[in-house]
């Protein structure tokens, strides 16, 4: 665990910027296929950057009110707590708000920035695992990992093996990153590889959660986590999108928007 490198560069928001850079410049090189501007995408980029941290907070607090004494805590983002829903939502509402305004087509915009965004759930997991945050439940596993001393699973269970739950999203991240990218080859709709992005990612947390330790008060029915009933959706409207876009309801095809030759 190494919550901060080099003395004053915290791990988890070093991760996090490297995420957004390599998703800015995945996103301008998959544009090009679009004819999209570099600026175009740069400004749709910082959207994203924008409202994903607002989500990922206000999430956080909506779903934790009873934490912030005083209120005014609300604010100190560096302290921790952030939910990555909160972030997918509001960034892909603002994406929908800013592709109106310019009339680009959503799905298109979001076919060219998925990959870029499970990149970045790849990475920032392990800027997650070597915070400590996020961790998993106590195991036997092989795989089992002890945290040093003073590190929230060690506050909680004590000096015991927990799962590595910011690894397996971390891997799932990579494995989806490539899963899209090769799929696309056979994409011929708009909006197929967003929709596989919502499926694969809701069915990789859905799953990665049953290790992952939460407080109980964010346990529901059945014994699952409310991000496990999110996912539950996420996975609903990504087949959703795939259907409705393999029987041509979701507008032209995919290579009707891309450069020729």
Same mark, same amino acid.
């Given at each position: 665990?190494?919550?901060?490198?080099?003395?004053?560069?915290?791990?988890?928001?070093?991760?996090?910027?490297?995420?957004?850079?390599?998703?800015?410049?995945?996103?301008?090189?998959?544009?090009?296929?679009?004819?999209?501007?570099?600026?175009?995408?740069?400004?749709?980029?910082?959207?994203?950057?924008?409202?994903?941290?607002? %989500? #990922?907070?206000?999430?956080?607090? !909506? *779903?934790? /009110? =009873?934490? &912030?004494?005083?209120?005014?805590?609300?604010?100190?983002?560096?302290?921790?707590?952030?939910?990555?829903?909160?972030?997918?939502?509001?960034?892909?509402?603002?994406?929908?708000?800013?592709?109106?305004?310019?009339?680009?087509?959503?799905?298109?915009?979001?076919?060219?920035?998925?990959? %870029? #965004?499970?990149?970045?759930?790849? !990475? *920032?997991? /392990? =800027?997650? &695992?070597?915070?400590?945050?996020?961790?998993?439940?106590?195991?036997?596993?092989?795989?089992?990992?002890?945290?040093?001393?003073?590190?929230?699973?060690?506050?909680?269970?004590?000096?015991?093996?927990?799962?590595?739950?910011?690894?397996?999203?971390?891997?799932?991240?990579?494995?989806?990153?490539?899963?899209?990218?090769?799929?696309?080859?056979?994409?011929?709709?708009?909006?197929?590889?967003?929709?596989?992005?919502?499926?694969?990612?809701?069915?990789?947390?859905?799953?990665?959660?049953?290790?992952?330790?939460?407080?109980?008060?964010?346990?529901?029915?059945?014994?699952?986590?409310?991000?496990?009933?999110?996912?539950?959706?996420?996975?609903?409207?990504?087949?959703?999108?795939?259907?409705?876009?393999?029987?041509?309801?979701?507008?032209?095809?995919?290579?009707?928007?891309?450069?020729?030759?």
């Amino acid at each position: 665990m190494l919550p901060v490198l080099f003395g004053f560069i915290k791990s988890y928001g070093l991760m996090l910027a490297i995420s957004f850079i390599l998703g800015m410049w995945l996103s301008i090189r998959r544009g090009k296929k679009f004819n999209l501007p570099a600026d175009t995408i740069v400004d749709l980029v910082f959207g994203v950057l924008v409202s994903s941290i607002l %989500g #990922v907070r206000f999430f956080f607090v !909506l *779903t934790h /009110l =009873g934490e &912030f004494h005083p209120w005014y805590r609300v604010f100190f983002i560096w302290d921790g707590g952030l939910t990555l829903y909160g972030g997918i939502a509001l960034s892909t509402a603002t994406v929908w708000w800013m592709t109106r305004k310019r009339k680009i087509p959503f799905l298109v915009i979001a076919d060219i920035f998925s990959p %870029g #965004v499970i990149l970045g759930i790849g !990475l *920032t997991r /392990l =800027g997650c &695992f070597m915070a400590g945050c996020c961790f998993g439940q106590p195991t036997d596993c092989a795989c089992g990992v002890v945290f040093p001393a003073g590190s929230p699973a060690v506050r909680l269970y004590g000096e015991v093996a927990v799962h590595p739950s910011q690894l397996y999203g971390s891997l799932g991240g990579w494995l989806i990153f490539g899963m899209l990218l090769f799929m696309e080859k056979w994409s011929s709709f708009r909006g197929a590889t967003f929709g596989r992005f919502l499926s694969l990612y809701g069915m990789s947390r859905f799953l990665v959660d049953f290790s992952r330790y939460y407080e109980p008060d964010q346990v529901m029915l059945f014994g699952w986590s409310n991000n496990q009933w999110i996912s539950i959706g996420m996975m609903f409207a990504g087949t959703l999108v795939l259907v409705l876009g393999s029987s041509g309801k979701l507008g032209q095809e995919w290579k009707m928007e891309k450069k020729n030759g």
